[in-house]
Structure formats: structure tokens, C-alpha cells
């Protein structure tokens, strides 16, 4: 069983920045890490992920170019770097976690709120 514990998101302008990170209770280094969001009255939706293999990354493209995930094997972490934020960001963000030979996500963070305001 993994534990995902987020840090706390918060308020932020539109345009400006903030870094999540995610720290898992075991070992990270063959798990795909990956974050999630879900805006009210909207399904949680993939944001970004990053392969435990060789650090491969992925973006959904309303993201693509402003954000960036990024891990630290040594420290069992996982960040989500957020530029250029818009009101269309805000939603509840999830740190999720897969086992190398799983196909779904099978571990998930309690969840942290960001806001973007103007």
C-alpha cells in the first residue's frame, strides 16, 4: 500500500506560479507518478505524468508548456511546477502513483486545492 500526502495548494494570481509536491510513503522508483485535477461540476482529468523507467513526461495539452512534473527518486517525491496560471487551473489537484506493471493508477493522494484568482 502507498501513501500519497500532497503539499497544501493555495490562492494565487492569474499569471503567476506555484509548486506541488507529493510524497509517497514507500519507495518511488518503479512507479509512474502522475497528477490529476478536478474543477467543480467537472470529472477529474489527467494533468501531467512521468514514467519511472527514464523520466518521460506527459502533458494534457491545456497544460502543456506552462506546467512541469518532475521527480526525486532519493527523496520518494513527485512536483508539479505551475506557471502562467489562469482561472481555468483552479481545481482540487491529486498526486497519483502506478506500479510499473499496472495499467491503471492505483494510488491516490487526499487531494489539495488550488485557486487562481484575479
Known amino acids: 500500500q502507498v501513501q500519497l500526502v500532497e503539499s497544501r495548494g493555495g490562492l494565487v494570481q492569474v499569471g503567476g506560479s506555484l509548486r506541488l509536491s507529493c510524497v509517497a510513503s514507500t519507495r518511488t522508483s518503479l512507479y509512474n507518478l502522475g497528477w490529476f485535477r478536478q474543477a467543480p461540476g467537472k470529472e477529474r482529468e489527467f494533468v501531467a505524468g512521468i514514467t519511472w523507467r527514464d523520466g518521460s513526461t506527459s502533458y494534457s495539452d491545456s497544460v502543456k508548456g506552462r506546467f512541469t512534473i518532475s521527480r526525486d527518486n532519493a527523496k520518494n517525491t513527485v512536483y508539479l511546477e505551475m506557471n502562467s496560471l489562469k482561472f481555468e487551473d483552479t481545481a482540487v489537484y491529486y498526486c497519483?502513483?502506478?506500479?510499473?506493471?499496472?495499467?491503471?493508477?492505483?494510488?491516490w493522494g487526499q487531494g489539495t486545492q488550488v485557486t487562481v484568482s484575479s
Open positions: 497519483a502513483a502506478k506500479w510499473l506493471r499496472s495499467s491503471t493508477y492505483d494510488y
